[in-house]
């Protein structure tokens, strides 16, 4: 079946960029997601990519997607306290409407 | 525009028990979907609702699971009898038809302790 992964965790310091990637499996995968959770919090939607495109900015955010090493990797430029969270990788499945999801980056942000 | 709402926040109960959550959609959108969280790991889809009617109930780990959509708003996920293994963060997402599909928008969650 499809399959998302993740590293657990990434510490960055307050100011630098960070970057976080994830692999998938399902080449057919259509839409490609990046969900920000917050403690306590629910999902946010952060941001998606369509596979037919290589990269999406939407302002601090920027989404690179690799479709031959089904590669995709979120980068926060100027990272801030506030960006602290786990961030999941999602796919659509193909054909169906279920997102699969990766176990998710905690970003730790220090001063 | 409110955003999706489920209730209760947190339920702990004993092994064997009935719990029942709620899910409120986004006003609107036909489409709703149940994914869970166990143990710290990836988030599963469970099942996905098309107004009232199931579309899609693959995720669903067994027969002690009951979800349902009465008149195609809210939704209850009823676990009857809950055992330990079914604690987790139970999360509830809409979405509207067509285009909109794609973009699904998730609730804060139900922690589900069982004991």
């Known amino acids: 079946g499809e399959d998302v992964e993740q590293s657990l965790f990434l510490s960055v310091r307050e100011g630098d960029s960070s970057v976080i990637n994830c692999t998938y499996t399902?080449?057919?995968?259509?839409?490609l997601y990046w969900y920000k959770q917050e403690p306590g919090a629910g999902l946010q939607l952060l941001t998606y990519?369509?596979?037919?495109?290589d990269m999406k900015q939407d302002q601090r955010l920027t989404v690179l997607l690799n479709k031959k090493d089904k590669h995709l990797s979120l980068r926060i430029a100027d990272t801030q306290t506030g960006d602290s969270a786990i961030y999941f990788c999602?796919?659509?499945?193909?054909?169906?409407?279920?997102?699969?999801f990766g176990t998710g980056t905690r970003l730790q942000v220090f001063p | 525009e409110a955003g999706v709402t489920q209730f209760p926040s947190h339920s702990v109960i004993e092994k064997g028990q009935t719990v029942t959550l709620r899910c409120d959609p986004i006003?609107?959108?036909?489409?709703l979907y149940w994914y869970r969280r166990v143990m710290g790991k990836e988030i599963k889809f469970l099942l996905h609702?098309?107004?009232?009617?199931?579309?899609?109930e693959s995720g669903m780990p067994n027969n002690r699971f009951l979800a349902e959509r009465t008149g195609g708003t809210y939704s209850t996920l009823k676990v009857q009898p809950a055992e330990l293994e079914d604690s987790g963060v139970y999360f509830c997402?809409?979405?509207?038809?067509?285009?909109?599909?794609?973009?699904?928008?998730f609730g804060p969650g139900t922690r589900l302790t069982v004991t």
């Open positions: 609702f098309v107004k009232e009617s199931k579309q899609d």
């Open positions: 006003s609107g959108h036909d489409n």
């Open positions: 399902d080449s057919s995968s259509t839409y």
């Open positions: 990519i369509f596979s037919n495109m």
């Open positions: 997402a809409s979405s509207q038809e067509g285009r909109g599909t794609y973009e699904q928008y």
């Open positions: 999602a796919v659509l499945s193909y054909n169906t409407d279920k997102l699969i």
